[in-house]
């Protein structure tokens, strides 16, 4: 079987390795157990984890065991890692609450059955740790002045480090010595903002136990511009229906910039990367067949084949003409709201694509809303009880749509 190594490395996904030979030459003779660790800091992933879990599911593929780490523990701290200020602090009910919606996420991507891969979470030895103890132990091994060269500290001195935030890496390190206890796991992975935790805990199991160890860290997802993707304009673009539709979903892949295709499709897709690099060299027009190519397969990778042709045949109804409009995102309008303010600015607010109806009468004015393909000109537009028993597009700007209906 061909290592999982070389198709990490040719499919863009590894930044930094600790021991490069090495571990390209384990993955290649042995069973390794790894593992990638995960705070749960919301209900849900989001498009920067989903990069870690398709890297994780490689590693399945070629034989190797996934260690999937909660942070139930790590994430009463928080990560100064990429953060200008303290993360804000949740209560453990709701820490247990978001890992359990990652654990259900999770088993969508990694086969967990039997001994394929682990779920852990850290909280089970980090919070009922003995301080003293934990600082003989672990403590002893890390020099204050080397931390305060690591990226993750450096950029926070400025504005300020709390010494919570500063036993992260410390937390973190011992994570990887405990796992390689007890399951034997010998390979920690992360987004490469977490490369100086992640040497800091193969460093550990190096210095107190003398076994080997290993870090290997994977690209951020960022634009041709080296800006995180994944942002829109409500926010992060999360792997939960509820929070982003697959709608939704399917359309941010679908409008990415030409530049970043290639990337996408690589890091995000199962594609051969024959086809992957076929279709990242489509030019001028024809490159729009390879954006929908990666949003149907990474909404299909996300929310199944079912949803993710749903989201397609819903965008060929608003752009490619197509008469059937039962997939577009449908809100449903209720008698009361529509007597209460029958306004096409009302409708732009009670469907989400306005925060507002202040926000709302802006966009007419500007000329960013439309009606069935008909632009609306007056802010005191009003619709119809006719026009919405029937169904009505209502579009804000060109990617922005919903079909509004009367219950």
Not at 325 to 354: C, H, K, Y
């Amino acid at each position: 079987m061909e290592n999982v190594f070389d198709v990490l490395k040719e499919r863009g996904f590894i930044k930094q390795l600790s021991h490069e030979d090495e571990i390209r030459e384990m993955l290649g003779k042995e069973r390794v157990t790894f593992y990638i660790g995960f705070d749960a800091t919301a209900d849900s992933l989001h498009v920067g984890h989903f990069v870690q879990l398709m890297a994780m599911a490689h590693m399945q593929q070629h034989g190797h065991r996934p260690i999937a780490l909660l942070g139930g523990g790590t994430t009463m701290i928080g990560d100064p890692s990429g953060k200008s200020d303290m993360r804000s602090m949740l209560t453990r009910e709701q820490i247990d609450y978001n890992a359990e919606c990652f654990r259900k996420q999770m088993s969508r991507f990694i086969n967990f059955d039997g001994e394929n891969a682990i779920i852990a979470n850290n909280a089970d030895w980090l919070l009922n740790i003995n301080y003293v103890d934990f600082l003989r132990e672990v403590g002893v091994h890390f020099s204050v002045n080397r931390m305060l060269t690591a990226e993750c500290y450096k950029q926070r001195l400025e504005r300020g480090l709390t010494f919570m935030e500063f036993n992260y890496m410390l937390m973190q390190s011992y994570d990887f010595l405990v796992l390689h206890e007890r399951y034997g796991a010998k390979l920690e992975l992360g987004g490469d903002d977490q490369w100086s935790n992640i040497l800091g805990g193969a460093d550990l199991i190096r210095r107190k136990l003398q076994h080997p160890a290993y870090a290997m860290t994977f690209s951020l997802l960022t634009t041709s511009e080296g800006v995180k993707m994944g942002k829109t304009v409500k926010g992060a673009l999360w792997l939960d229906e509820n929070k982003t539709s697959p709608y939704e979903f399917y359309q941010y892949w679908r409008n990415v910039a030409d530049a970043d295709v290639g990337k996408c499709l690589s890091l995000l897709t199962f594609l051969p990367m024959d086809e992957v690099r076929r279709l990242s060299a489509l030019e001028g027009s024809e490159i729009n067949e390879a954006k929908k190519v990666l949003a149907y397969e990474v909404t299909k990778q996300v929310h199944g084949q079912e949803k993710a042709e749903a989201a397609r045949q819903a965008t060929e109804a608003l752009f490619g003409g197509a008469k059937d409009s039962s997939n577009i995102p449908t809100v449903t309008v209720s008698a009361a709201d529509f007597e209460a303010d029958p306004r096409v600015a009302a409708m732009l607010a009670l469907s989400g694509l306005t925060k507002s109806k202040g926000e709302a009468r802006k966009v007419i004015e500007g000329g960013g809303v439309s009606i069935d393909d008909v632009k609306v000109e007056d802010t005191n537009a009003v619709l119809t009880a006719e026009q919405l028993k029937a169904g009505v597009i209502l579009r804000k700007g060109k990617k922005s749509f919903k079909r509004i209906v009367l219950s």
